[in-house]
């Protein structure tokens, strides 16, 4: 059975996607991509519908992650649907707590920055909207660690 797994962030047009991105490119480079379905979402919906923000299409690109994810808003029956929902900072881990159908859905929900093995100085994957092309560099280096991380958890279990 797969394994399924949805990133969120705020706006779903930078973090999320390139998350959704990288861990689809990780599994396939494992030959794991039968095992998981992945997916992203974001707690605002003012971007639904559109591609990732040219910006982080543009930096994922150069490390050969092609992006096509169209945005969608985060809702309650993703709590139903997917088995792991990972949140890139705490006022994510916020929006989307509020939306778990019942507290023992709550299991589900994990912090990226968990999982990122050699970044242990973040507590979160931070918003890259309003910075300049490194905060776009460093997220995709917090996601590129963490979705090794992910796959290193999926394959203990
Ligand atoms: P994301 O980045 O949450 O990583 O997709 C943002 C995208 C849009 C906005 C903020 C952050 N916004 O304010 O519209």
């Known amino acids: 059975m797969k394994r ?5 962030c705020l706006g779903n047009i930078c973090r ?3 998350a959704e991105g990288v861990l689809k490119a990780a599994a396939g480079r494992k030959g794991l991509s039968d095992k998981i379905a992945v997916d992203s979402a974001g707690t605002y919906g003012g971007h639904a519908g559109q591609l990732p923000d040219s910006r982080m299409r543009s930096a994922a690109a150069r490390r050969g992650y092609d992006l096509t994810h169209r945005a969608r808003q985060i809702t309650e029956e993703d709590f139903i649907d997917f088995d792991m929902i ?10 989307v707590s509020r939306l778990a159908p019942e507290r023992r859905y709550l299991d589900k929900l994990y912090r990226f920055a968990e999982f990122c093995g050699r970044h242990p100085q ?6 890259p909207y309003y910075e300049g092309r490194e905060g776009f560099e460093l997220v995709l280096d917090l996601l590129e660690d963490g979705c090794e991380g992910i796959l290193e958890k999926m394959a203990d279990e």
Not at 4 to 8: D, M
Not at 122 to 127: E, I
């Open 4 to 8: 399924k797994i949805l990133f969120v």
């Open 16 to 18: 999320s996607p390139a």
């Open 86 to 95: 990972v949140v890139m900072d705490d006022m994510n881990y916020e929006s």
């Open 122 to 127: 973040w507590s979160h994957v931070p918003d």
